[in-house]
């Protein structure tokens, strides 16, 4: 008898829990195809744990298998992640323009980058925007100080 797709999923997502990564990430890959929500997460934990070990080809691999993955909010932003990791700086901002307005990743990524080019209103403004998206994560009204602080050096 074969397990469904949803326990082979829990199952890799056990081994990896465990410790044991490689048998997580093989028994993931069995069902990362599957487009159903398992097979979606499947595609998803295998990309992010490429991406996570710096194996790029890998996790730009499992993301091109998953049609889902690939077209949805999450598969872009990991898109965009992997071209950034790439040092394809113009393919990530493409990537991250087209999902600034609902992605709290975009969001975070030009608030930095106005922040490097000393555009203190844009690192403002971004940051003010992805605090509408995660009202109760510190580090972004920390940002924002810093942001305020570094604004008032420059003047």
């Known amino acids: 008898l ?20 490689d048998k997580g990430l093989q028994t993931l890959e069995s069902i990362s195809s599957e487009e159903d929500a398992a097979g979606y997460r499947a595609a998803w934990l295998l990309t992010m744990a490429y991406l996570e070990r710096n194996e790029l080809q890998q996790a730009e691999a499992f993301l091109q298998v998953h049609k889902t993955l690939q077209e949805s909010l999450e598969g872009k932003a990991i898109a965009a992640r992997i071209a950034w990791a790439k040092n394809d700086l113009e393919t990530a901002e493409r990537i991250y ?12 990524f030009f608030a930095r980058q106005a922040f490097q080019q000393k555009d203190w209103e844009s690192a403002r403004r971004y940051t003010e925007e992805a605090m509408t998206i995660q009202p109760n994560e510190p580090l972004l009204y920390k940002n924002l100080e810093k942001i305020n602080e570094a604004e008032k050096l420059a003047n």
């Open 2 to 21: 074969e397990p469904s797709s949803v326990l082979t999923c829990l199952l890799g997502e056990l081994y990896i829990a465990a410790g044991e990564n």
């Open 97 to 108: 323009q087209s999902i600034v307005d609902q992605s709290f990743e975009a969001k975070i």
